[in-house]
């Protein structure tokens, strides 16, 4: 199986999201997450914290704001054996619902 990052990015809401919906979403991703794990598809994910740090040649500065328009929200490792798999799994994402748009990537492994 090859490894995928699928990166989760979304209009940011925080704040006007209540604690039910917020809930309700994290309720929809655990078991969207089970069903990877059942058919071996799930390696890990996470959600990002609001906050970070931007690097550019010279320069850092804080950032991403969730004041922005848009943000990278969370991200999966997936498991697949090609990417129009990766594809196929990643469109059960329970954001894909609310207009976020998901980017995944091959993990290239230089060690191998």
């Known amino acids: 199986m090859k490894e995928f990052l699928l990166l989760i990015r979304e209009q940011t809401g925080y704040g006007t999201v209540s604690v039910e919906e917020m809930q309700a979403d994290i309720q929809e991703h655990i078991r969207w997450m089970e ?28 950032g991403p704001y969730v004041e922005t328009k848009e943000c ?9 054996g090609s990417l129009d798999e990766a594809k196929e799994l990643a469109n059960g994402c329970p954001d894909l619902e609310r207009g976020a748009t998901l980017e995944i990537r091959e993990i290239i492994h230089t060690d191998e």
């Not at 069903?35 to 996470?46: A, I, M, P, Y």
């Open 35 to 62: 069903r990877l794990v059942e058919t071996g598809n799930f390696k890990d994910g996470n959600p990002l914290a609001p906050t970070g740090a931007t690097l550019k040649k010279g320069m850092v500065t804080d």
């Open 72 to 80: 990278v929200s969370g991200y999966y490792f997936l498991l697949a």
